[in-house]
T-cell receptor, first 113, second 118 residues
């Protein structure tokens, strides 16, 4: 069984400040981990993924995440927030086969000017 | 590459009617397609998994007779909401998994379909 917990349903950051979105997972098999972004009334866009290679993963739009097995975490960061980063972010986990994605509850990011 | 489309993007229907939503993989063959449902301000919930040429596998609590899924080809899956009721109003998102670039584990998401039942 797999599950994902995203700490904080809403995060507010100032433009130019660090963005940190927290994700913890549980999985009975080696996990594949994903971060997706969703803009209003749109589908999901993949930001980055961890697939058992490098633990520090760089994605699109300046985002990166670090897989920490000891902490069962996969937190997403971006050094400097931009207004266009305002969106909903979802962390997800699957097994290596990719059969089933389990999503966290999502974190809505608000960027203040 | 790895583009997934959905049609329609929005649909309004009357209670009691049926609605069909199409999900297409445009530039790769999707051996597996997934259907998700998303309520306002909530996360995605997997409804069913369909493999080309096989019956769909539904998640617990999803009525298979109400949400009919057909995956007749490697590029097309359809979700039909039968006898729709207002509580079926939701955002439906499909995803497709194939092996574009050899990445068999990755799902590619469609843009979603907003269903409103009046």
């Amino acid at each position: 069984a797999q599950s994902v917990t995203q700490l904080g349903s809403h995060v507010s950051v100032s433009e130019g400040a660090l963005v940190l979105l927290r994700c913890n997972y549980s999985s009975s098999v080696p996990p594949y981990l994903f971060w997706y972004v969703q803009y209003p009334n749109q589908g999901l866009q993949l930001l980055l993924k961890y697939t058992s290679a490098a633990t520090l993963v760089k994605g699109i739009n300046g985002f990166e995440a670090e897989f920490k097995k000891s902490e069962t975490s996969f937190h997403l960061t971006k050094p400097s927030a931009h207004m266009s980063d305002a969106a909903e972010y979802f962390c997800a986990v699957s097994g290596p086969e990719g059969n089933k994605l389990t999503f966290g509850g999502g974190t809505r990011v608000l960027v203040k000017p | 590459g790895a583009v997934v489309s959905q049609h329609p993007s929005r649909v309004i229907c009357k209670s009691g009617t049926s609605v069909k939503i199409e999900c297409r993989s445009l530039d790769f063959q999707a051996t597996t397609m997934f259907w998700y449902r998303q309520f306002p301000k909530q996360s995605l919930m997997l409804m069913a998994t369909s493999n080309e040429g096989s019956k769909a596998t539904y998640e617990q609590g999803v009525e298979k007779d109400k949400f009919l899924i057909n995956h007749a080809s490697l590029t097309l899956s359809t979700l039909t909401v039968t006898s729709a009721h207002p509580e079926d109003s939701s955002f439906y998102i499909c995803s497709a998994r194939g092996s574009p670039g050899g990445r068999t584990y990755e799902q590619y998401f469609g843009p979603g379909t907003r269903l409103t039942v009046t």
